[in-house]
């Protein structure tokens, strides 16, 4: 399992941007992908994760409305919309699977990919 996270940059306060994340090695048997992120000076937090299926969804209180996960299993890749974009989303974003979304915690990953950046100006 080969994980890459893409699609970071630059946005202003109030955009939208699309992080993508791509499963490039063998199938995983892990069931639930999710996205974390840490900020400079903070701990890496579990922002939303989603099921194999993608019936199932979990979000944190601190995007929950803005951002919305959802995955292409055709496509092996998971992607995070993040809507209404604040300065406080500027982080280092990595997406990472484990075996369901209710045991997916920072401590109980399977894989986990490369981080990608995104800023937000104010």
């Known amino acids: 399992v080969q994980l890459q996270a893409f699609g970071g940059g630059l946005v202003q306060a109030g955009g939208s941007l699309r992080l993508s994340c791509a499963n490039s090695?063998?199938?995983?048997?892990?069931?639930?992908v999710g996205w974390f992120r840490q900020a400079p000076g903070k701990e890496r937090e579990l922002i939303a994760a989603?099921?194999?299926?993608?019936?199932?969804?979990s979000y944190a209180d601190s995007v929950k409305g803005r951002f919305t996960i959802s995955r292409d299993n055709a496509k092996n890749t998971v992607n995070l919309q993040m809507n209404s974009l604040k300065p406080e989303d500027t982080a280092i974003y990595y997406c990472?699977?484990?075996?369901?979304?209710?045991?997916?915690?920072?401590?109980?990953?399977?894989?986990w990919g490369q981080g990608t950046q995104l800023t937000v100006s104010s």
């Open positions: 990472a699977a484990g075996s369901s979304v209710a045991a997916l915690t920072i401590h109980r990953v399977d894989y």
């Open positions: 090695g063998r199938t995983s048997t892990s069931s639930a």
């Open positions: 989603i099921n194999w299926s993608g019936g199932i969804s």
